[in-house]
């Protein structure tokens, strides 16, 4: 029975495996889930990369995004040359180069593994026509693979589903970057914030002689007292709430 199960299947079954763990499980429990396939060790890679992109907290396997063979241990993969392209930092090219190749391997092989890497490879030029410099290319690849699956589970999806499939996973692959370039927006005008108080308590403490308060700041700036207080508290600065005389 266990032979027969689609590995997508697979997959979720692993899941909710893990959702009854509190979304925990072993290397060695995901790799006895698996035990009936004979996945070789680069595939239960991309098992290990699929239960990480969900939140499961695998003991015992830790992933290195850009970690890869030497090179005289690694396979030519034409594929992987030209899905590169130009705006990935080195370590993306190599982590980018290693995913392919071991892609590659998994699609050679016979089964739903095999029917997998070929959808995994097209997330994988999708994530590359859609990459960033502000996120890394591999947690693209898996926030795209994590929608995927996601879409697989709910149906089976033919060749005459391709993009409305992978509609869907430019739709994940878009959210993450957009989620990283409010998050980066963020940062920046929290940035101007700071730079902005400190420049007014100095000119007003050059001005008034003293050190000042909430208040006077809060009236300058035009900003609330609250404001300016949480801005404080990113400086490591103790508010003062009455000016000293």
Not at 19 to 41: H, I, S, V, W, Y
Not at 53 to 73: H, I, L, N
Not at 113 to 137: D, M, S, T, Y
């Amino acid at each position: 029975m266990a032979d027969k199960m689609s590995f997508q299947q697979k997959l979720a079954d692993i899941m909710q495996t893990a959702r009854e763990n509190g979304m925990c499980m072993t290397a060695e429990e995901a790799e006895r889930f698996f035990e009936d396939d004979g996945l070789t060790g680069e595939q239960m890679e991309l098992v290990f990369d699929y239960l990480l992109s969900q939140k499961v907290a695998v003991q015992g396997y830790v992933r290195k995004p850009g970690t890869v063979r030497e090179a005289g241990d690694r396979e030519e993969d034409p594929g992987a040359e030209e899905a590169v392209t130009g705006g990935m930092s080195g370590e993306e090219k190599e982590y980018l180069e290693e995913y392919l190749r071991q892609l590659g391997e998994l699609q050679a092989a016979a089964g739903e593994g095999a029917e997998l890497a070929a959808w995994l490879r097209l997330v994988a030029e999708e994530a590359v026509k859609l990459h960033q410099p502000e996120v890394f290319i591999g947690d693209l690849i898996q926030e795209g693979s994590a929608a995927l699956v996601e879409v697989l589970g709910r149906h089976a999806a033919g060749a005459g589903e391709r993009e409305l499939v992978m509609a869907d996973v430019r739709a994940a692959m878009k959210a993450l970057l957009a989620s990283q370039a409010e998050m980066e927006r963020r940062d920046r005008r929290m940035v101007d914030q700071v730079a902005r108080l400190d420049e007014a308590i100095r000119q007003m403490t050059d001005e008034l002689g003293r050190k000042v308060d909430v208040q006077e700041v809060a009236a300058r700036l035009e900003l609330t007292e609250e404001q300016v207080r949480d801005i404080l508290k990113l400086t490591g600065e103790e508010p003062e709430d009455e000016a000293e005389a």
